[in-house]
């Protein structure tokens, strides 16, 4: 992985969380692992992934700004809020104050240890075909997770007992050995191994849950998927991440939005853009003809002597503005025009009737000729 997550999107220091978002969209589109059948394109996708999720959140980059690495791995992912919920990075400071603070310091550690804790946030990849990305509505997933433990209510103790406090660290979570040497004495501190740190101890488990307080639970969810979203957006289902740990609230699930290529259209920001083949007649009269868009076929005018590559507009018929769907791109249509390899006699006798009117040099390659002098 490259030493800076500013590289691995391509974007300044100082980018804006649009310019990051706009990194990041252009990124996924290309490595990622349906598009992208490269070696290393995963690894490299995954890596796109991690410095999104940590220069997204005004947080984590703050951390990510002032600490590094260090700063967001272990428990620092999106949605941590604050000190108390850095995992071992947190630890660090705490084992280094606890040895000089007394009990000032070492109370604050105890409470951290003992209260609520905050669930893991969950992540969710998601895959839409075009038209739900553009109109959006309503999609069921499946997803896995840790929910409370409804027979102990979390306690991880079995219905009519309760955890006691830890003999080994008095419920502080941590054992201090004192070592005295011809220099004075020396603290270490360390995770107390009886109670892996809770300062709690359940000498009756729960028999539907083992004492662990939370059962893995697969469940279905409904969720609304906005009109318009495209590669790379992410929505954000509060609480439905994992169950937290003594009284703690749940974190939240955050899915990653990506859309299936679609054989007829495309998609440039809110435009669409397709192609339309019409032959040499209709561009030379000009016709009517009905052409297929994302809310269904519409009839779109030729004008007599349309060019090859002439692009059309169809107005508002595009992919509605995330967040504001009252809003909509257009749909832009290439005229691809259909010169004929091979005519028929009766064709061809007519093409040099009208090439000798028009002054048009034939001959071996006649058609070709007058249809090249044609479209120039």
């Known amino acids: 992985m490259a030493s800076d997550y500013y590289e691995i999107l391509g974007v300044s220091r100082d980018a804006d969380k649009e310019e990051i978002k706009?990194?990041?969209?252009?990124?996924?589109?290309k490595y990622h692992p349906d598009v992208n059948k490269e070696p290393g394109a995963e690894e490299r996708f995954k890596e796109i992934n991690r410095a999104y999720e940590i220069l997204s959140?005004?947080?984590?980059?703050?951390?990510?700004?002032?600490?590094?690495?260090?700063?967001?791995?272990?428990?620092?992912g999106v949605g941590f809020q604050d000190m108390g919920d850095m995992g071992g990075f947190a630890d660090i400071f705490e084992s280094i104050f606890s040895g000089f603070a007394g009990s000032g310091v070492g109370g604050q550690t105890q409470r951290r240890r003992?209260?609520?804790?905050?669930?893991?946030?969950?992540?969710?990849?998601?895959?839409?075909?075009?038209?739900?990305?553009?109109?959006?509505?309503?999609?069921?997933?499946?997803?896995?997770?840790?929910?409370?433990?409804?027979?102990?209510?979390?306690?991880?103790?079995?219905?009519?007992?309760?955890?006691?406090?830890?003999?080994?660290?008095t419920g502080s979570g941590q054992v201090r050995r004192v070592t005295r040497t011809p220099f004075g004495s020396f603290t270490q501190v360390s995770t107390c191994p009886t109670c892996n740190g809770t300062g709690m101890v359940i000498e009756d488990k729960c028999d539907a849950c083992d004492g662990k307080g939370t059962n893995q639970v697969t469940k279905k969810l409904k969720i609304t998927i906005p009109a318009g979203v495209d590669n790379g957006t992410r929505l954000r289902i509060s609480q439905e991440g994992d169950a937290g740990q003594r009284s703690g609230p749940p974190g939240d699930l955050y899915v990653y939005l990506f859309v299936n290529e679609d054989e007829e259209f495309h998609r440039d920001g809110i435009n669409v853009i397709s192609e339309i083949k019409v032959s040499y007649l209709q561009a030379i009269l000009g016709c009517r003809l009905e052409v297929n868009t994302v809310d269904g076929p519409v009839e779109l005018i030729i004008p007599a002597g349309t060019q090859p590559n002439t692009v059309m507009k169809l107005e508002n018929?595009?992919?509605?503005?995330?967040?504001?769907?009252?809003?909509?791109?257009?749909?832009?249509?290439?005229?691809?025009?259909?010169?004929?390899?091979?005519?028929?006699p009766e064709e061809r006798e007519l093409l040099e009737k009208l090439a000798k009117i028009k002054g048009d040099r034939t001959g071996k390659g006649g058609l070709e000729g007058f249809l090249g002098n044609l479209f120039k």
């Open 22 to 29: 706009q990194a990041y969209r252009r990124l996924a589109r």
């Open 57 to 76: 959140e005004s947080d984590t980059r703050e951390r990510y700004n002032r600490f590094g690495e260090a700063g967001v791995s272990g428990g620092a």
């Open 114 to 169: 003992s209260g609520p804790v905050r669930g893991d946030d969950l992540r969710l990849d998601l895959k839409l075909d075009f038209r739900e990305a553009v109109f959006g509505g309503e999609k069921e997933i499946r997803i896995s997770h840790l929910e409370t433990c409804e027979v102990c209510s979390g306690s991880g103790a079995k219905p009519g007992t309760r955890p006691r406090t830890c003999a080994t660290c």
């Open 317 to 344: 018929r595009g992919v509605p503005r995330l967040g504001n769907p009252v809003s909509r791109g257009d749909h832009m249509l290439t005229v691809l025009i259909d010169i004929p390899t091979k005519i028929i």
